[in-house]
């Protein structure tokens, strides 16, 4: 790949310059790689030097610091409380309570009775002793047979992760609290008043407003998101299955095994891998299909409703805004009743003599994924429609009227001026939605289901021809067999194909906006 | 005829040939128009007419109901209809409070201010809305169950669990906030306004249409959610949403017996949806224009 400088880059065509960004994109592939792994090493190299530099600062306060100071490091804002600031001590100090409490006493408080450090230490096998069944012969010899439970895979996953959490947190309010205590020590040497804690209430709703306003939002990802996608992360590793439902059952860690069962072609009846194939394809076929039938369609009504002349123009947006302003699940699964095989469509087709026999429409293979792309064209077209009139009436009118003097037709205003435009503006639109198409799980659940099934990967959760990897995911946690370190792996998978498609792209497009450019 | 009469003439045929192309221009899209709006309108028309078809309560292949009447309609308060009507109404009112002050709060900090972890936190929030966030699904569903949350008293779980992610949606707001000038902010910081002030008296006000769009949008979520409502409901008839419940009246066992009245449900269902959003259908296009792609 031959480096071209600045100026020669400027000369290039629209095309040129869009194939060189493209080759040399890849052609930084492996330099960009090298720089990963350099990133990494340095990552690495910096969190141990972190973790140096801390312990050095924790020895040297603990040496240096006052007998308050020395106490904090066993009683966590014992040096707040001393020193006058009563409201941020009693916060360590009940932070420290809780942790104590939920690491060794919290076994009182649960049915369950496990405290935080036996959750811990029984994460690495996530159970040993599964349930077992006692036979019990009574007086008069009558045998009942009870179930015991004793490990619960599951939990010990879930509180052992969660425990994991909470230790990082203490750990990260512990250093905080000693920090604390060495400021003190400062501002108190140079005579000045420490903060009251009516001075900490009152940052709150100015300069620290920050940290308030995002206290909630943050705690809900944190709990609903970011936990369980860790968690998640952590099946697809384990044989979590309806087999080893983690009770009566226990599961295990099962290392690669789920990725290896998911990637590499294997001889037995089940192929997974082969319904990977098959469906990631599709996604991608589908994902292509959607955004771009809808982008370009949708900015070609835009235009025709804005075009000089057309009356109404209200009414025809009114008209098309139906489909977002209805809830899609009924719009959907009307649709899809209507395309049944004793449906309206075929119906009507039949009386107007168009069709002699009822077309199948959703059990045949390829007629079933024309019509989800078609039918997605009905519920997406207004979304790209209220957007490209939004961006088309920015665009200077003068351009339009320059170049109907210069004599250029109005395909040639098209593609030299309107797509342009619109390109520049949504490219970032354009990405956002090819990757929401791939995970555009209520189109096809509610339209087909997933199905017609594909009889040649049976045995794979019941896949079917327009399964997106989405839908298949939902399948593989639900129904009968379910395959829940499967539907990880499936999850973790897209993650990394939606990445990569997202790298790529970042890096493609002429130019990922400056966000202070807008303020 | 001087050149000049020549030269008028010339202009003004080229002016009639224009007004004639553009005439034809403009009949083909009118005729476009028409065929695009009577595509888009005939599922409506047609699940309006289904509605009131009372001959009988199967799938049939023809347009204009036989006989007509409202018993499809009145049997659906035989039904659990009413309380998933009513599950979904106390979670649209909830989420479109608890979600748009957690969605503004984000929205605004990180448009407004300039804090240490900012630019880490927008990449890690970007990066963890990469993952499909039906995979989170399994587990929620496994820790609302030990609340009791879950089958017939999904409601409450439904709640949180559609709130406490909303944080990640705030792209829209963000970048609606992100177009008004800071300098109005300095101005009254200058004043001696907190941070509350400003936000409470001058960012608000301006910013009306994207609140506008985002209780808008979260009222409007939860009469469209599949999934997540599927998952924690768990079969439980009680704790469905309309989506859920009236998804299982087209299983193939309930279909005949209940077409017709998934039809008159979805009218009802769709009827207050639609008004409001047609309401505040100005609004809605500001957001998507204005915030959705500057991102």
Redesign the interface.
């Known amino acids: 790949m031959k480096k071209i400088d600045e100026l020669e880059y400027l000369k290039l065509s629209k095309w040129n310059k869009f194939v060189y960004r493209f080759l040399s994109f890849f052609a930084a592939i492996p330099s960009k790689l090298w720089g990963l792994v350099k990133a990494v090493g340095r990552f690495f190299k910096n969190i141990g030097l972190g973790i140096s530099r801390e312990c050095k600062d924790l020895v040297t306060t603990f040496v240096k610091g006052d007998w308050k100071t020395k106490l904090s490091y066993v009683i966590m804002g014992f040096g707040n409380i001393a020193r006058g600031q009563i409201l941020r001590g009693v916060l360590f100090l009940l932070m420290e309570v809780v942790f104590i409490f939920y690491m060794f006493f919290s076994q009182l408080l649960n049915a369950d009775g496990s405290n935080g450090l036996q959750w811990l230490s029984k994460l690495p096998t996530l159970g040993t002793q599964g349930a077992e069944i006692v036979e019990t012969t009574s007086r008069f010899g009558t045998v009942t047979h009870t179930t015991i439970y004793h490990d619960n895979s ?1 939990k010990i996953l ?1 509180y052992g992760v969660l425990t994991l959490f909470f230790i990082a947190a203490f750990i990260y309010t512990w250093r905080a609290n000693i920090r604390q205590n060495k400021i003190a020590e400062q501002i108190l040497k140079t005579g000045k008043p420490l903060k009251s804690g009516k001075d900490d209430l009152r940052s709150l ?3 620290n ?2 940290k308030t ?2 206290a ?3 705690t ?2 944190l ?4 936990m ?2 860790f ?2 992360i952590l ?1 697809a590793f384990t044989n979590y299955d309806f087999e080893h439902d983690g009770l009566s059952t226990l599961f295990h860690w099962n290392g690669l095994a789920g990725f290896k069962e998911m990637l590499t072609w294997n001889s037995g009846p089940v192929k997974y891998s082969a319904a990977f194939g098959e469906i990631l394809t599709w996604t991608l076929v589908w994902a292509f299909f959607a955004t771009f039938t809808n982008y370009f369609l949708g900015i070609f ?1 835009a235009m ?2 804005n ?1 000089k ?2 009356r109404l123009k209200k009414l ?1 947006r ?14 959907l ?3 899809s ?2 395309f ?1 095989k ?3 469509v ?3 087709l ?2 107007i003599g168009l069709i002699t026999a009822d077309i199948d429409w959703w059990n045949s293979p390829s007629l079933a994924r024309i019509l989800v792309i078609v039918i997605n064209i ?1 519920i997406g077209i207004p ?1 790209l429609m ?2 490209a ?3 088309l009436m920015n665009i200077p009118a003068d351009l339009y009227e320059s170049s109907r003097i210069d004599g250029a037709s109005g395909w040639k205003q098209f593609s030299k001026i309107t797509l342009p435009y619109m390109l520049f ?2 490219g ?2 354009l990405l ?1 939605s090819f ?1 929401s198409n791939m ?1 555009n ?2 189109v096809i ?2 339209l087909t289901g997933g199905g017609p099934t594909n009889t040649a990967l049976s045995g794979t959760s019941n896949v079917g021809h327009t399964d997106l ?2 839908t298949w ?2 399948k593989l ?2 129904g009968a067999n379910q395959k ?1 370190y499967l ?2 792996v499936v ?1 973790i998978l ?2 990394l194909v ?2 990569i498609i ?1 790298l790529v792209v970042y890096n493609v497009l002429p130019s990922v906006k400056n ?1 202070e450019d ?2 | 005829m001087s050149k000049q009469q020549k030269e008028a003439q010339a202009v003004m045929k080229q002016h009639m040939g224009l007004k004639a192309s553009q005439r034809l221009s403009n009949t083909i899209i009118y005729i476009l128009l028409v065929i695009m709006a009577v595509i888009w309108l005939i599922p409506f028309v047609l699940i309006v007419l289904q509605s009131f078809r009372v001959e009988s309560t199967e799938r049939v292949n023809y347009i204009i109901p036989h006989s007509w009447g409202l018993k499809n309609y009145k049997a659906l308060f035989d039904t659990s209809f009413p309380r998933w009507y009513l599950n979904t109404f106390i979670i649209a009112l909830f989420q479109c409070v608890i979600q748009t002050v957690i969605v503004l709060c984000m929205a605004y900090t990180l448009s407004r201010f300039r804090f240490k972890m900012r630019g880490k936190l927008m990449r890690f929030m970007m990066i963890l809305g990469l993952f499909p966030g039906m995979l989170t699904m399994l587990i929620l569903y496994n820790v609302l169950a030990d609340f009791n949350l879950t089958g017939e008293h999904s409601v409450p779980g439904l709640i949180l669990v559609y709130v406490a992610s909303s944080g990640m949606g705030y792209y829209v707001s963000k970048g609606f906030f992100d177009t008004i000038p800071k300098a109005l902010d300095e101005a009254a910081r200058v004043d001696g306004a907190t941070r509350f002030q400003v936000l409470y008296k001058i960012i608000l006000p301006l910013a009306k249409p994207i609140v506008i769009y985002t209780i808008l949008t979260a009222f409007m979520a939860p009469w469209g959610d599949f999934v997540f409502a599927a998952y924690i409901a768990h079969a439980k008839e009680l704790g469905m949403n309309v989506a859920v419940g009236l998804n299982s009246w087209l299983d193939k066992d309930h279909v005949t017996k209940y077409y017709t009245m998934f039809c008159s449900g979805g009218v009802l269902v769709a009827l207050p949806v639609a008004i409001l959003f047609m309401c505040l259908q100005k609004y809605y296009v500001e957001g998507v224009t204005g915030g959705a792609v500057k991102g």
């Not at chain 1, 009114?318 to 719009?331: C, K, R, Y």
């Open positions: 599951f879930l709703v100015d300069d407003f920050h306003l995002l909630l939002p943050l809900g990802i709990v609903f998101t970011v369980p996608i968690f998640m099946v009504v025709m409703i075009k002349g057309i025809w009114t008209v098309l805004v139906l489909t977002i302003a209805i809830p899609q699940f009924i719009s699964l009307f649709v009743q209507m049944a004793n449906g309206i075929n119906g009507v039949k009386d009905w979304y209220l957007i009139t939004g961006i503006i949504t970032p639109y956002t990757t995970n799980f209520n659940y509610l990897l989405i995911l939902f946690t639900t829940y539907a990880s999850g897209v993650f939606v990445a997202t966000e807008f303020q």
